[in-house]
Nanobody
């Protein structure tokens, strides 16, 4: 089992920045991919970014709405993944969730989820 705990959310004015953290514990070696999702009130959960480990190479992918504003990274020694969010806008307001999975050529399922951290961006 893998446990995930997000932190770093809060209230920020438009144009500001936040850095979200997700600490993984348990059998972290069973997963090779960590991702960020978000869900705004009344909307479906949507993908934000992922980072996938393949040997010594990290592959990253972002949703189109990021437009260079967000950066996902990881610190393997701390079993932590980060989401640096710059130039935040009110439409970024949502609960942000960390997720983890073991991706293969035939499997792209996230098996573990955190409880979420609230990000609120004011005008």
């Amino acid at each position: 089992q893998v446990q995930l705990e997000e932190s770093g959310g809060g209230l920020v004015q438009a144009g500001g920045s936040l850095r979200l953290s997700c600490v993984a514990s348990g059998r972290t070696s069973s997963t090779n991919t960590m991702g960020w999702f978000r869900q705004a009130p009344g909307k479906e959960r949507e993908f934000v970014a992922y980072i996938k480990r393949s040997g010594s190479i990290n592959y990253v992918n972002y949703a189109s709405f990021v437009k260079g504003r967000f950066t996902i990274s990881r610190d393997n020694a701390k079993n932590t993944v980060y989401l640096q969010m710059n130039s935040l806008q009110p439409e970024d307001t949502a609960v942000y969730y960390c997720a983890a999975g073991d991706f293969t050529s035939s499997r792209t399922k996230y098996d573990y989820w955190g409880q979420g951290t609230q990000v609120t961006v004011s005008s």
